[in-house]
């Protein structure tokens, strides 16, 4: 657990009960904007979601439609020009210990510290990114185990042979001394995969670290991540362009487009019947055994420029359903809960679907807190 390895000087303040929340993140509103000679690019422009304890949450949507930007913004990734302008990134630590809103983190507090050190951990896209193409790979696992455990460096080295076996690295004695560049691309990402889950995080956030590799490593990787948490109980974050990873992998999903969420439920619920036009069209664009060989149906038109946004509903350039004078005026329409705790951005869902009502205030309320009870039957991790 990450509290075995805090630094003697953190502020951590028990929660009276103790208790472990059933959600491990709740992002509200988040704006992070890219401000620019032509103005502020909103990447990320208003997104809520909730990663529940022990859960794989899916980001899925097309490429730009700012899912990096939201999982740098998690982990205070963001550099000038960019900015958290609003929102907040609430963080409940799986230890019971008080809730840390990430948003507003001093850059130098132990918070911020804890949260990047032990709490919340990342895996890049791109392997090459995270690891130094100077140092061996058991150099480099075993930096990131001194940090933040006190081990020392043979009890480190111990460790970091014994991560590389769990990733699935054969002869890990052995190739423990080798530099990044004598590895084979699969190989770097489990090596990225080690390096993530050494410190045991809370959270495990991918960011579509499958999507450099080829189709048979790609397989072993999902299963490796979807293996590892099954057995830590880490609750993880699985960005990716592509649902049929998502039904391979994750238990809810959040759809993007545009830098917000449009859509958001449980994995079964969204594929078996989504309610978003947009989701639609994506599902449509999935290969099926059916249209094998056929031409796949792509969403038509392409992802407009964040600088010129459409007024009213942003997909409604693209969208089959799209009503003129509904649509495509006023601001972008709302996240709005729906029978089954199913979200969606879209002023015609009931028209669209006419078996679907949206929830009352007192609904959505009651509906979450029967969610949290569901999510807190197993307690905490590493017991189920
Ligand atoms: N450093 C930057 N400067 C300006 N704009 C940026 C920067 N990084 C990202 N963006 C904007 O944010 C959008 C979303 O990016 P990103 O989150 O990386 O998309 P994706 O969903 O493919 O991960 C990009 O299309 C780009 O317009
Ligand atoms: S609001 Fe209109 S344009 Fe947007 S998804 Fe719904 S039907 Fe389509
Ligand atoms: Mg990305």
Same mark, same amino acid.
């Given at each position: 657990?990450?509290?075995?390895?805090?630094?003697?000087?953190?502020?951590?303040?028990?929660?009276?009960?103790?208790?472990?929340?059933?959600?491990?993140?709740?992002?509200?509103?988040?704006?992070?904007?890219?401000?620019?000679?032509?103005?502020?690019?909103?990447?990320?422009?208003?997104?809520?979601?909730?990663?529940?304890?022990?859960?794989?949450?899916?980001?899925?949507?097309?490429?730009?439609?700012?899912?990096?930007?939201?999982?740098?913004?998690?982990?205070?990734?963001?550099?000038?020009?960019?900015? @958290?302008?609003?929102?907040?990134?609430?963080?409940?630590?799986?230890?019971?210990?008080?809730?840390?809103?990430?948003?507003?983190?001093?850059?130098?507090?132990?918070?911020?510290?804890?949260?990047?050190?032990?709490? @919340?951990?990342?895996?890049?896209?791109?392997?090459?990114?995270?690891?130094?193409?100077?140092?061996?790979?058991?150099?480099?696992?075993?930096?990131?185990?001194?940090?933040?455990?006190?081990?020392?460096?043979?009890?480190?080295?111990?460790?970091?042979?014994?991560?590389?076996?769990?990733?699935?690295?054969?002869?890990?004695?052995?190739?423990?001394?080798?530099?990044?560049?004598?590895?084979?691309?699969?190989?770097?990402?489990?090596?990225?995969?080690?390096?993530?889950?050494?410190?045991?995080?809370?959270?495990?956030?991918?960011?579509?670290?499958?999507?450099?590799?080829?189709?048979?490593?790609?397989?072993? @990787?999902?299963?490796?991540?979807?293996?590892?948490?099954?057995?830590?109980?880490?609750?993880?974050?699985?960005?990716?362009?592509?649902?049929?990873?998502?039904?391979?992998?994750?238990?809810?999903?959040?759809?993007?487009?545009?830098?917000?969420?449009?859509?958001?439920?449980?994995?079964?619920?969204?594929?078996?019947?989504?309610?978003?036009?947009?989701?639609?069209?994506?599902?449509?664009?999935?290969?099926?055994?059916?249209?094998?060989?056929?031409?796949?149906?792509?969403?038509?038109?392409?992802?407009?420029?964040?600088?010129?946004?459409?007024?009213?509903?942003?997909?409604?350039?693209?969208?089959?359903?799209?009503?003129?004078?509904?649509?495509?005026?006023?601001?972008?329409?709302?996240?709005?809960?729906?029978?089954?705790?199913?979200?969606?951005?879209?002023?015609?869902?009931?028209?669209?679907?006419?078996?679907?009502?949206?929830?009352?205030?007192?609904?959505?309320?009651?509906?979450?807190?029967?969610?949290?009870?569901?999510?807190?039957?197993?307690?905490?991790?590493?017991?189920?």
């Amino acid at each position: 657990m990450p509290t075995a390895t805090l630094p003697a000087s953190t502020s951590t303040v028990q929660a009276p009960s103790g208790a472990v929340s059933p959600c491990a993140l709740r992002i509200e509103n988040l704006k992070t904007h890219f401000m620019t000679d032509d103005g502020a690019i909103p990447a990320v422009d208003g997104v809520s979601l909730s990663l529940s304890r022990g859960k794989v949450l899916a980001i899925v949507g097309e490429s730009g439609c700012g899912k990096s930007v939201t999982s740098y913004s998690i982990l205070r990734l963001i550099r000038p020009p960019g900015q @958290i302008v609003d929102g907040s990134i609430m963080y409940y630590p799986g230890d019971g210990t008080r809730p840390i809103d990430i948003a507003k983190l001093n850059e130098k507090s132990d918070d911020l510290y804890r949260v990047r050190g032990g709490y @919340i951990s990342m895996i890049f896209q791109e392997p090459m990114t995270a690891l130094s193409p100077v140092h061996t790979v058991g150099n480099q696992i075993s930096e990131a185990i001194l940090l933040h455990q006190k081990l020392t460096p043979a009890q480190a080295r111990e460790k970091a042979i014994e991560m590389l076996r769990k990733v699935g690295i054969p002869g890990a004695e052995r190739r423990i001394d080798q530099y990044p560049h004598e590895m084979s691309g699969g190989m770097r990402q489990r090596v990225v995969i080690a390096m993530a889950l050494v410190c045991d995080p809370d959270i495990l956030i991918a960011d579509e670290p499958t999507t450099a590799l080829d189709v048979t490593i790609q397989a072993q @990787i999902l299963k490796l991540i979807k293996d590892l948490q099954a057995s830590r109980g880490t609750s993880v974050v699985f960005i990716t362009h592509d649902l049929g990873v998502v039904a391979q992998i994750a238990h809810d999903v959040a759809v993007m487009y545009l830098g917000r969420v449009v859509e958001n439920g449980s994995v079964r619920q969204v594929l078996k019947s989504a309610l978003h036009p947009y989701t639609q069209a994506l599902l449509k664009s999935i290969p099926s055994l059916g249209t094998r060989g056929a031409r796949l149906p792509a969403i038509r038109g392409s992802v407009p420029s964040l600088t010129n946004i459409p007024p009213g509903c942003p997909f409604h350039p693209r969208c089959e359903h799209a009503v003129r004078g509904r649509c495509d005026v006023g601001g972008p329409p709302a996240l709005r809960t729906f029978t089954g705790n199913r979200k969606a951005a879209c002023v015609r869902i009931e028209e669209i679907h006419p078996t679907v009502r949206e929830l009352t205030a007192a609904e959505v309320a009651a509906a979450d807190t029967l969610a949290a009870e569901v999510t807190a039957a197993p307690a905490g991790r590493h017991n189920h």
